[in-house]
Nanobody
Framework: QEQLVESGGGLVQAGGSLRLSCAAYGRTLSLHTTAWFRQAPGKEREFVAAIRGSYGIIYYADSVKGRFTISRDNAKNTVYLQMNSLKPEDTADYYC?????????????????WGQGTQVTVSS
């Protein structure tokens, strides 16, 4: 069964860190672009970070650049999102998504595989 499974969310104080994991089953992430999106209550889903399949090119949203790091472990078929210096505005449900070769990596509509989401809450 093909699925993406996120883990690692939780409650953290501002300035703290969390590492999210996205494990893939039935799909090889090194052959896909894998991205993290987030959605806060009442807001649209927004792009956070992405890593391309073949060459591992990485992209970040301006709001997380310098604080978040996306990486991939091909042996574990898992993508990670290391989040440091967390802020209350980072509070959201975080989703990983994968697509074979999306043109617009930051557009959630081009991704066809999604995880169930993991909640991140940053207290002030």
């Amino acid at each position: 069964q093909e699925q993406l499974v996120e883990s690692g969310g939780g409650l953290v104080q501002a300035g703290g860190s969390l590492r999210l994991s996205c494990a893939a089953y039935g799909r090889t992430l090194s052959l896909h672009t894998t991205a993290w999106f987030r959605q806060a209550p009442g807001k649209e889903r927004e792009f956070v970070a992405a890593i391309r399949g073949s060459y591992g090119i990485i992209y970040y949203a301006d709001s997380v650049k310098g604080r978040f790091t996306i990486s991939r472990d091909n042996a574990k078929n898992t993508v990670y999102l290391q989040m440091n210096s967390l802020k209350p505005e980072d509070t959201a449900d975080y989703y990983c998504a994968a697509a074979p070769r999306p043109l617009n990596y930051d557009d959630y509509r081009v991704y066809n595989y999604w995880g169930q989401g993991t909640q991140v809450t940053v207290s002030s």
